[in-house]
């Protein structure tokens, strides 16, 4: 059932309390939970995460808006903390990037399916597969330092297989740069995608930037370095995507409808009680922030909010393994490449690309060391009973080892 | 009040319990080939191409009192190294300073769970605690007494302390049960033993009998939390397996060993206590 956000208010922002206690709930369980509530949980991070950076950058541009930013941010920030700290202590950052992976893969794939622009929706395919591979470089670094299967986080929702290999997604910026929606004939749902996916990969690409120090492994630096790398050239192509034109207003307005249909859509397919009480509780209050933010659109811009947002949501984001399509996607698309603003066939792939990726991947690339000869497999890749008897089969430890 | 015992609920972690996507899972990953052929041989390269820089976690800092540059100097002159010995009572000191901390988080748990057959009382457990402070002060005073700074990170101590961060985590995790938090705990107290008996070993050849001596009680104690602890997670186990005739065997018996391994901790510590009365009047 679609959300009629013009008629629903929510909860006023002089409403929404928050205490200390109120804040660090107890987490979902790593081990019961379905895979999607971490799904869930990581996303509305991510998507809390760029309401507060979007409302810092727009404070520092626009004097007049400074303190309703700051009221609306207020309670952004303890959303923000509530729902990240329902992660649990004992997932590992490894297995919280395996979650953030899964997260980016299953996420883009539901908004490329959901997107009628055929441009945005060849740069979310495009992006997919490079998220798509990460997964799997993660998983095998999981399994061979660690000794622990990725699947017990993705629960067979996600297939761990490679992507677009990580050693060529290496681009120039020139190649990451990619052509806007036009604010004035884009489908509401465009806008709204393309905000989902930028909040997701920003958060991938401060996250890795924070725990990647934290691992003592070189070959987990080095990896943790390369797929940052390639979030940060994410980030650029997806903020590409929203029509830089749009007003300050008009994009806070814009925010503020993709909080409202990503909690509501948490709260449709959520399958932990405890957790739909709290996305129920924030799609009352993003509908607060809305509706002020609607008054000061036609307060201030003398605009009425109907000319940038639809009367009801879109279709909620249904939070399902999209298997095959993320397979009949990997099949067609995993030789494209990116040359300017273009998505082309791997034969057209641009000469400064392939120059920058040659220089990065001189001293070898850590994705393709990490996973050589890597094959996910139930249990991790020790468990190779019947290939070789002994769960040491070939490939599977070091040559010294294995001898 | 938490209940202890292991429930049978949906643990979703397993791969059998999605039959359909399992078999998919596994037939897309046996028709993909790697993007590059090899094995952990990479991995292991990529080690020692750090492993070759030879850069260390950092060092002992030399003694900063004129009585540490003494004893050092000693120890060298014996033919020791004496940054050895101080890396290792910073390690201890470290631990014990942890262990006091961890002792109090299983304290809180204590107090929150249903007690069973054969568990620790809150003296007992409280009994451990200040025995774990009052061996953190002596090394304090030790380190001290031998010119160091007891204040410092050695290398040892911060290699230990990454070692025991698994350890405050299960401890400190609301969500894990008082069985389950005494496992952590017995992680501790089986280094705990093995490490007081290493640093008696260097003590002594190092030339410090007197210091041995000190650590002679210290160690006695800490086998005595080993013991119990030992038995405390015997009986607990044994007890939430269920009331079956073999486990209940077998609870009987581990409800005696504690009871036997106390009083023989006990005895054992009395006895060193009188050996050394029986000395200090000498």
Redesign the interface.
């Known amino acids: 059932m679609a959300l009629d956000i013009m008629n629903e208010r929510g909860v006023t922002l002089d409403k929404q309390d928050f205490d200390w206690k109120d804040l660090v709930q107890t987490p979902f369980s790593k081990l019961d939970d379905d895979a999607f509530t971490r799904v869930r949980v990581i996303l509305m991070n991510g998507i809390e995460s760029e309401a507060i950076r979007f409302s810092h950058a727009c404070a520092r541009m626009n004097k007049a808006l400074q303190l309703p930013l700051a009221r609306v941010r207020r309670a952004e920030q303890h959303q923000q903390i509530l729902v990240n700290w329902l992660n649990p202590p004992d997932q590992s950052p490894l297995e919280t990037t395996i979650g953030y992976e899964q997260t980016a893969v299953e996420i883009t794939a539901i908004v490329a399916q959901n997107e009628p622009d055929p441009y945005l929706k060849q740069v979310y395919e495009f992006g997919m597969l490079e998220d798509f591979d990460h997964l799997y470089r993660f998983a095998a670094l999981m399994d061979r330092v660690e000794g622990r299967d990725a699947n017990n986080i993705t629960q067979c929702y996600t297939d761990i297989i490679p992507g677009r290999p990580t050693s060529v997604e290496h681009r120039a910026p020139d190649d990451d740069v990619r052509e806007p929606y036009d604010r004035a004939s884009a489908a509401p749902i465009t806008k709204l995608n393309a905000l989902v996916i930028v909040s997701a990969e920003h958060q991938v690409h401060d996250y890795y930037a924070n725990v990647g120090p934290f691992f003592a492994d070189p070959v987990a630096r080095q990896l943790y370095a390369e797929i940052l790398s390639i979030e940060e050239q994410h980030v650029t192509q997806y903020e590409c995507l929203m029509d830089p034109f749009e007003s300050w207003l008009e994009k806070w307005l814009l925010h503020e409808a993709t909080e409202v249909y990503t909690y509501y859509s948490c709260l449709q397919t959520e399958t932990n009680p405890r957790l739909k009480r709290i996305w129920e509780r924030f799609v009352a209050y993003e509908l607060g922030h809305l509706h002020s933010v609607m008054e000061l659109f036609k307060r201030i811009e003398n605009r009425d909010p109907a000319e940038v947002l639809p009367a009801t949501l879109p279709e909620p984001i249904s939070f399902t393994s999209q298997r095959k399509y993320v397979r009949e996607v990997l099949r067609s698309q995993v030789d494209l490449r990116a040359n300017g603003t273009r998505i082309v066939p791997v034969n057209q792939d641009s000469d400064l690309s392939i120059r920058y990726r040659e220089r990065m991947n001189q001293a070898g690339s850590p994705s393709e060391r990490v996973a050589a000869g890597y094959k996910w497999r139930p249990g991790t890749e020790l468990n190779r009973l019947g290939a070789s008897g002994n769960g040491h089969g070939k490939g599977v430890v070091t040559k010294e080892v294995s001898r | 009040m938490m209940k202890e015992g292991v429930a049978i ?7 059998d ?2 039959p359909i ?2 078999q ?3 037939e ?3 028709a ?1 080939i ?14 020692s ?2 492993l070759e820089n030879g850069e260390r976690l950092g060092s002992v800092p030399p003694p900063a009192s004129v009585k540490g540059i003494a004893a050092n100097a000693l120890d060298a002159l014996k033919g020791g190294n004496p940054a050895v010995l101080v890396d290792k009572l910073g390690e201890r000191l470290a631990f014990e300073r942890t262990g006091t901390r961890l002792y109090e988080a299983l304290i809180a748990k204590h107090q929150n769970t249903e007690s069973f057959p054969g568990a620790p009382t809150l003296e007992d457990l409280r009994h451990i605690q200040t025995e774990e402070l009052e061996h953190f002060e002596m090394l304090r005073d030790v380190i001290i007494q031998l010119g160091g700074d007891p204040t410092t990170v050695t290398p040892a101590a911060d290699v230990m302390a990454v070692s025991s961060l698994g350890l405050v ?1 299960v401890l400190s ?3 894990t049960t008082f069985m389950q938090s005494l496992e952590a705990i017995l992680t501790a107290e089986l280094v705990d033993s093995d490490s007081w008996a290493m640093l008696i070993r260097l003590t002594k050849a190092m030339g410090h009998p007197l210091v041995a001596q000190k650590f002679e009680k210290a160690l006695a104690e800490e086998e005595e939390h080993l013991s119990r602890v030992r038995s405390w997670i015997q009986a607990g186990t044994l007890g939430l397996a269920g009331p079956g005739p073999v486990v209940k065997e077998s609870l009987k018996e581990a409800v005696k060993e504690t009871i036997a391994g106390v009083a023989q901790s006990v005895a054992k510590s009395v006895a060193k206590d009188q050996v050394k009365g029986v000395k200090k009047k000498s």
């Open positions: 609920g949906k643990n979703r972690t397993g791969i319990l999605s996507d399992k998919q899972l596994i897309a990953t046996e993909t790697p993007s590059m052929e090899g094995d952990m041989s990479e991995i292991a390269d990529m080690r191409e750090y985590q995790d609301p969500r």
